[in-house]
DNA sequence: GATTATTTGTTGACATATAAACAATCTATT
DNA sequence: AATAGATTGTTTATATGTCAACAAATAATC
């Protein structure tokens, strides 16, 4: 058995920080959204969907968004009713939808986006661009760690 | 006015890969605490008031977890319920209580604790200390930036 | 081809989160 | 001291999220 740290580390801060910064973008990506009476998620939704013009089944925005299936169900309940989207009929399977957007919600991607561009400018403020591409590199790599921690622990052996 | 980017550039990538490093490690982190039956918030009450023997309000809670007051009401109340915290009176302020921890719920976070710190190292695999020193520099620059954003864009000059 | 297994979306139960409105209390101003 | 304002916690309504169980349809196996 390996060394096991029982003091915080520096790694543990840096844990702590990370998981602070991400609820702290969250919270102003939601404030940011509101202008146009939208959730975070909901503009997930529609962003992925301006994405993918042809349209996806609700199982793969779940993947794509990290989320539950059964999440996606009263996601895309609200955006069809506001006109934003709409589920399609496949013809070759009667289970799944193709979602897509409407034009009503390619048009709103389009007005939201350039704010958000800027936004995204914003918020690296003061952080150089190669710092900014080394700490994706370090996002993925603890991306996977962490999938790793959650898969194996629930399977010991 | 400033140059307004109206197509993605990499600081807009790398912020959807932070939102995204961060959705999965919450992912991760709520498997890891299902081992004691807590939510991430759950125990990040406990390790807040682990931090804190003296308790501390629960409006005090709130913005120590960048959430809203009316959430810890539900959150304390379990707690409560499984003996974990518990909420005692505070003599000069008749509006507010004192939540403190309960010997077994301090119990309950020493056995997890080193676990968590664990977990963090591994987390960190392959990102050496002083890299990771640097992205929490940045990330708390990237809390301020986006901080900045949610309270201006409400209220424009 | 019939059976079995898998996939897809929905539902219901519940935890988590916000926001607004409320009651109770404390603080500040006059 | 009386009033006005601010703070604290709860409640209600609603959105977001998980999970388990379900029904329907598809895919795989024999």
Redesign the interface.
């Known amino acids: 058995m390996k060394g ?12 702590i ?13 939601r ?2 959204f509101a ?1 146009w009476d939208l959730s975070p998620s909901q503009f997930n939704v529609l962003n992925l969907l301006y994405e993918q013009p042809e349209g996806c089944t609700q199982i793969s925005l779940s993947r794509q968004l ?1 989320m539950h299936r059964s999440n996606i169900t009263g996601l895309v309940d609200r955006l069809e009713a506001r006109g934003l989207v709409r589920r399609k009929e496949i013809p070759g399977d009667r289970r799944a939808f193709n979602v897509v957007l409407t034009p009503e919600g390619k048009k709103l991607v389009m007005a939201i ?2 704010h ?12 150089t ?1 190669e ?6 590199t ?6 996977d ?6 898969t194996e ?2 399977e010991p052996k």
Chains 1, 2 share one sequence.
């Open positions: 096991q740290p029982c003091a915080p580390g520096p790694r543990y801060q840096a844990l920080e990370l998981l602070r910064t991400a609820e702290t973008l969250w919270n102003s990506s404030v940011f202008r990290i986006q350039p958000y561009f800027r936004a995204a400018e914003v918020v690296w403020n003061g952080i661009e710092r900014a591409e080394q700490i994706v370090d996002l993925q790599s603890i991306s760690n962490a999938t790793k921690i959650a622990s629930n």
